[in-house]
């Protein structure tokens, strides 16, 4: 609930402070005068500079920045030399900042019910002035330095040019005019105030005349008139009220007003916003006194003294819905932050936190005791307070996760009108809201151009919004932290007050009490009127902390909270949960009185289509924990409640920041069914919240840093998780979840896909549907009646296709101004004077003009995928949901806000998740056509494969993923045939035959262009080939077919697999005569194997051994021949003998020249044994069981050059000899080898088939369709030398490639010599070893 957000200790105390809205910067200055600019959320420090003294390192900076731009040297000194003297103030200022200063000025201003219409309308966000710079502003005694944090580039303006008075204070005018410039107010020591332009750097204009000593501290503020004002303090004591609307260029301003504020100076102003009044001031004094102003009769409200004996120092106006009385933080000289509760009624004072409970217990010494000197609230997230202390600076957060007190209602159908309820000060009231007409985005004008050339629906100003609050008449019985929600049927407001603990259960149509009692935790049924509740025994009341506390009377407070914690935890751990259901009477009845048989004791329930019980897992706490629990102030009325047992909030969230991941998420969280209340899967992790779709399709968990998102049907699957930390709610529309984070608003576009168990579920309906109805006609017509019921026969169409689920994460909203870029060359050195300024409108206007583009027939098209993040709302926000077309978000202060969603990135993708695709293609006609792709890619996602194609800026290779998605057959054929290039390939007209194509005589370059592009798509061919047999589109095969062979005609076009493949599926059509053709052109190309497997598809085996033979491939004839018993076997064998002969013989006849002569000098030694070997018989290898064929002689060199000029690289063919002993016969036989007297061939070991049995196929062996003999492919050449004896000692060995495919790379010397054979892949490499 409170925690430590981030500490940085420091050596010296930090008197000055300042958080930047956006970034997570804080600028810090401590006694010594040194400012240091420090990242809290990544811990770095991202400047430091010395202010009060010279910084050594900026004066050298600067000189070296002069001398770059070729400036001599001043003759006085630069300004960095001169001493800054005691810092007084420091701020940011930038885009940013300007801003959210007139936003919060403004929201503040338009809540007076007197509010004039031009403060409550739209804002409109100023434009741009800072150029994309981050002003780092030091105001020191003698001088203010303005420093930009991009460029790290700074100028110090010296008091002289304002008037030589010392500097104490500052604050930033500025309106939100186009053309305005910055500018920057000064509070002096003589009690005028000094403005400085921010464009030219010249003092601009004086006010005077007000007070009598140095002025103290200066704000601006807008009142309900709208007119801009700015309040300054004096060290006298007075407040004096001055117009800050700079229109009037008069030099000299004299005050409006001017008011005694305190005795002896005033300390420090602020702003505070009231919800439903006018804004107030709230001064501080030197006099211990805190006072509060109205700003339209500028009267005292209330004086107080906050902590007696002691001055406070810092004052922030706070707004946080787990505190909803404590509307005002201050900090005197102690270590508490301390709260005022009801600063106009009762005005009790108390500690909100014990800061030395929080920074680690080493920093602080025995002997030393914290003290805070400053306090900055965080102005956009009010959780995080920022505290300058003795020991560093401590930024504490306060439960970040609470959200304000108000429950959408259901908006009647049709109508307009939105209504939430919402509890004010023991009050039950109700807010209406909707779109004022004027400006409502689905009513057809935001695609319309406004006059400046930019979208309406893209302007980033606020929607207009028209709301109304209501009384009603039904006082509720606490004005503590309340939790509401409402029923699934919206008939019933239950509203729980966790620190009483009680709740109320409201009808609405009536505002009657149905249900009450004591309970801290409330969860509904999202699909009946039900609920259950942690029914707990009631606490004992806690002591109130009187007006007026101190540190003595905090650490009683702190005892006494500590003392009743032991009782709060017996009656936490006796509580159990219990479901109720509400009748339509409006009777409210127990259905169950104790869910779940878990001891532990219950920490939070989850509403949903399952109810989510959390336990308390028992843990060792750590001595850290302990004092960080114990810490925990109890404020049973108003602020952080009587225990750390809230709904949103456990006891641990004091040392979360401790824990280890292990026990980070501990599995603690069960599920239970509504209808039986028994436990439905396993423990999991606890979610900080659940939301669970209305349809009950899907659910998210939200954790710490991630959201996990489920499908609920048919059943339960994990979809995914999407990266959004610190998410504190969302809302389901359809299959869009929109998350609010404390600074973003996203929103998740989620699709489950199509999973392996949804088309088993379809299959299983249809097939109970199916039963369903044959039992009907058995029942009524008899057996006979069953041959009528047909089975629904699936269309060959239908084919599911599975698809993965989607997650896609969009930013609506976040408080960043759209970035601007930076001008990294100089800082603007003009001497022109403020009015002149008719450059910037211009550089506006044109930007805006570039913003769109327009498209046929006017209508304006969206150039950016998404549009700019608009602003989101301050502070915690419920999401009401999606009405209207916009996004409703309702903020704190009970005030709805709305989103635009009208961008046509954003509309196409809600309208499709929402289901309704076709208005989503109609509005992409709204976006840039650069965008379809990624658009259509969504909706492919979302399942809309067939819509998406109706977009018209979709690339053609998209266009075919999109129609193949669809089963658009003849779309996706288009496609290929347009990508590829191929429209006029493999027509049956004459000019473009296949001959054609070989000699590519006919249109040269377009054919190979096509044939080009068929090859770079030819696994999309394939594919598509494929779909249309499943689906009986035989016309559409055959005309990818058609390019397909044309293709696989040229040589070395397609791959072998990919021939392969082609010749399967032109026999599976009965291409017969395009698949012969394919063998000739393969046959011709050199490509035996392929040919070789076509010819099988065709069963052709003389083609096959023809393939074979005349692409060199003896081996794998002379396997087929022998396997087939064809007549050809003898020749075969002979022909392949005779070639492996010439493998041996062959020697190259002459060095052609010196590399060559080097290369073979280099491979003779290798090869120099075999002169040992006398004269050799000839080889014979043979098929199992062959006779022998005879011998031959062989006249041999004793030493060859090469054996293989044609050997294919990475096979080489080593010829070695061992102990060979002369005169023994060298035989190469089948099976009748003898170990170690004869050459034996052998392979690597494999089983040796039978003489009768067939080799066993190879990789690409297929059946033919006559007599079913496998075909032999390179790869089942192991056979034939498997059929050899395995030799084991000094055996010489030829492996199937050397026996078969290597030797058939030699042709006879009669025989003109054929193409080398290209060896297949992936086979072990050839050795051949003569013994």
Not at 305 to 329: E, F, G, M, T, Y
Not at 452 to 481: C, E, F, N
Not at 576 to 593: E, F, P
């Amino acid at each position: 609930m409170l925690r430590l957000k981030a500490f940085r200790p420091t050596n010296d105390k930090i008197v000055k402070i300042q958080l930047h809205p956006t970034h997570p910067w804080l600028v810090t200055a401590d006694a010594s005068d040194h400012v240091s600019v420090w990242n809290w959320e990544h811990r770095q420090v991202i400047y430091e500079l010395k202010a009060g003294g010279v910084d050594q390192r900026r004066l050298v900076g600067a000189k070296l920045e002069k001398l770059a731009e070729g400036e001599l040297e001043h003759k006085g000194k630069p300004t960095e030399a001169m001493r800054g003297g005691s810092v007084k103030q420091v701020n940011f200022y930038d885009d940013d900042v300007r801003f959210w200063q007139l936003w919060r000025n403004r929201a503040a201003a338009a809540e007076a019910p007197t509010a004039v219409s031009n403060v409550t309308s739209g804002f409109a966000s100023p434009p741009p002035s800072t150029k994309g710079r981050h002003f780092l502003v030091i105001c020191c005694v003698n001088k203010a330095i303005f420093l930009d944090l991009v460029t790290m580039r700074g100028r110090d303006i010296p008091k002289q040019e304002l008037d030589n008075k010392s500097l104490v204070c500052m604050e930033f005018l500025s309106r939100s005019a186009v053309g305005d410039v910055p500018l920057v107010a000064f509070g002096s020591s003589d009690g005028v105030i000094r403005v400085l332009s921010m464009i030219s750097w010249k003092l601009v204009r004086r006010y005077t005349g007000g007070h009598k000593g140095s002025i103290s501290c200066l704000m601006t503020f807008m009142a309900s008139s709208g007119e801009a004002l700015l309040v300054s303090g004096g060290s006298d004591g007075l407040l004096i009220l001055w117009s800050a609307d700079h229109g009037q260029d008069s030099r000299e301003l004299v005050p409006k007003l001017s008011l005694k504020a305190h005795d002896g100076g005033v300390v420090a102003v602020e702003l505070s916003r009231v919800m439903g009044g006018s804004p107030q001031l709230i001064t501080i004094g030197a006099d211990k006194t805190l006072a509060i102003w109205d700003t339209v009769s500028f009267k005292e409200l209330r004086r107080i003294k906050p902590v007696p004996k002691l001055a406070c120092h810092s004052v922030a106006s706070w707004c946080h819905p787990r505190a909803p009385n404590l509307d005002i933080l201050t900090c005197v000289k102690d270590s508490h932050i301390w709260a005022i509760e009801h600063p106009t009624y009762s005005a009790l004072t108390r500690p909100l936190c014990e800061l030395s409970s929080l920074v680690p217990p080493q920093v602080l010494a025995h002997h030393k005791k914290l003290r805070v000197y400053c306090m900055v609230a965080h102005y956009l997230q009010p959780h995080l307070v920022a505290t300058g202390t003795n020991v560093g600076v401590i930024i504490s957060e306060f439960d970040p996760r609470s959200l304000p007190a108000v429950a959408p209602l259901p908006t009647p159908s049709g109508s307009r009108d939105h209504s939430a309820v919402y509890i004010v000060e023991r009050e039950l009231k109700l807010v209406n809201f909707q779109l004022s007409s004027a400006a409502n985005p689905s009513l057809g004008n935001n695609g319309s151009l406004s006059e400046t050339g930019r979208l309406k629906g893209d302007l980033p100003d606020a929607l207009q919004i028209k709301q109304i609050k209501k009384h009603i008449s039904t006082p509720v019985p606490h004005d503590s932290y309340s939790i509401l929600s409402v029923s699934s049927s919206g008939k019933y407001l239950a509203v729980v007050w966790p620190d009483i603990p009680y709740f109320s259960v409201y009808k609405v149509s009536d505002w009657s009490i149905v249900d009450s009692g004591s309970a801290r935790l409330l969860a509904w049924d999202t699909c009946r009127d039900r609920f259950a509740i942690l029914e707990s025994a009631l606490t004992p009341r806690l002591p109130i902390i009187p007006k007026g506390g101190s540190s003595r009377k905090a650490k009683e407070a702190a005892a006494a909270a500590a003392a009743a914690q032991a009782a709060a935890a017996s009656a936490a751990s006796s509580a159990t949960v219990q479901a109720r259901i509400l009748l339509d009477d409006g009777t409210s009845n127990i259905l169950m009185r104790s869910i779940g048989g878990s001891s532990e004791p219950v920490i939070g329930l989850h509403g949903g289509a399952l109810l989510g019980v959390a336990y308390r897992t028992s843990r060792r706490i750590s001595p850290i924990a302990a004092t960080a629990i114990s810490t925990i102030q109890s404020m049973p009325l108003s602020g952080f409640g009587s225990s750390g047992l809230s709904s949103f909030t456990t006891f641990d969230d004091g040392f979360s920041s401790q824990k280890s991941p292990a026990e980070a998420a501990p599995q603690n969280f069960q599920l239970y069914s509504w209808e039986t209340f028994q436990p439905v899967g396993g423990l999991l992790p606890q979610p900080e919240w659940t939301a669970w779709d209305q349809t009950v399709e899907y659910c998210a968990f939200a954790y710490q840093h991630y959201i996990v998102i489920s499908s609920l049907r048919p059943q339960y699957r994990y979809l995914g998780d999407v990266a959004i930390p610190y998410a504190t709610g969302a809302v389901w529309h359809r299959r869009q979840l929109f998350v609010v984070t404390p600074t973003t608003i996203e929103c998740v576009f989620v699709d489950a896909g199509v999973a392996a168990i949804d088309v088993e579920t379809m299959k299983m309906k249809e097939e109970m549907k199916l039963k369903e109805a044959q039992s009907r006609a058995v029942a009524e017509h008899g057996e006979l009646a069953l041959i009528a019921v047909e089975s629904s026969q699936t269309a060959a169409q239908d084919r599911i296709k599975l698809r993965p689920p989607m997650l896609q994460v969009v930013r609506l909203a976040s408080f960043q101004h759209a970035p601007s870029v930076p001008p990294f060359l100089t800082m603007p050195k003009q001497t022109k004077v403020e009015g002149d300024d008719s450059m910037m409108p211009k550089d506006m206007e044109e930007r805006k003009v570039n913003e769109i583009a327009v498209g046929g027939g006017g209508v304006a098209v969206a150039v950016t995928r998404f549009p700019t993040e608009q602003k989101r709302p301050i502070g915690p926000l419920v999401v009401v949901g999606v009405k209207d077309g916009v996004l409703w978000l309702i903020d704190r202060y009970m005030c709805a806000h709305a989103l635009s969603l009208s961008h046509p990135g954003i509309r196409c993708r809600c309208l499709a998740a929402y289901g309704d695709s076709v208005s989503a293609v109609k509005w992409a006609s709204r976006l840039g056509r650069e965008h379809h792709d990624d658009l259509a890619q969504f909706m492919l996602g979302m399942g809309y494969a067939t819509e998406a194609l109706h977009l018209p800026g979709i690339s053609k290779r998209l266009e075919f993923d999109l129609a193949m998605q669809s089963n658009d057959l003849k779309r996706a054929l288009q496609c290929l045939t347009t990508m590829s290039n191929s429209r006029d390939i493999g027509q049956d007209h004459p000019g473009l035959d296949l001959n054609d194509i070989l000699t590519l005589t006919t249109k040269k370059e377009n054919i190979v262009e096509a044939v080009q592009g068929i090859v770079k798509f030819a696994k999309e061919f394939l594919d598509l080939i494929d779909a249309a047999d499943a689906t009986g589109q035989a016309n559409i095969a055959r005309e990818a077919l058609k390019r397909l062979a044309a293709a696989g005609s040229v040589k070395g076009a397609l791959q072998g697999h990919e021939l392969r493949g082609l010749a399967l599926r032109l026999a599976n059509h009965g291409e017969l005569t395009r698949l012969s053709g394919l063998v000739t052109n393969l046959i011709s190309l050199g490509l035996g194997r392929e040919a070789a497997f076509s010819a099988a598809i065709l069963g052709d085996n003389a083609l096959m051994e023809k393939a074979w033979q005349d692409t060199g491939m003896l081996a794998e004839a002379v396997l087929h021949a022998h396997a087939h018993g064809r007549p050809s076997l003898k020749n075969l064998v002979e022909a392949w003998n005779k070639m492996l002969q010439k493998e041996v013989d062959h020697t190259p006849t002459a060095k052609t020249d010196a590399a060559a002569a080097f290369l073979a000098s280099l491979e003779e030694p290798k090869l120099t044994s075999l002169a040992e070997a006398g004269k050799k018989p000839p080889i014979e290898i043979l098929p199992p069981g062959m006779p022998s064929l005879g011998s031959i002689t062989i006249q041999k060199k004793p030493v060859p050059g090469s054996l293989n000029s044609q050997q294919q690289p990475g096979k080489p063919l080593a010829v070695e000899g061992s102990q060979q002993q002369p005169g023994k016969p060298l035989a190469i036989e089948g099976s009748q080898q003898q170990p170690s007297e004869q050459l034996a061939v052998e392979a690597p070991p494999t089983t040796t088939p039978t003489e009768e049995s067939t080799p066993p196929p190879g990789e690409g062996s297929e059946p033919t369709s006559g007599d079913k003999a496998p075909i032999q492919s390179s790869e089942s050449n192991s056979d034939l030398a498997a059929s050899a004896s395995v030799e084991r000692a000094p055996a010489a060995s030829i492996t199937d490639e050397a026996a078969s495919e290597g030797p058939s790379q030699v042709t006879d010397p009669q025989e003109k010599p054929q193409d080398p054979v290209t060896p297949e892949t992936n086979v072990p490499e050839a050795s051949f070893a003569l013994v």
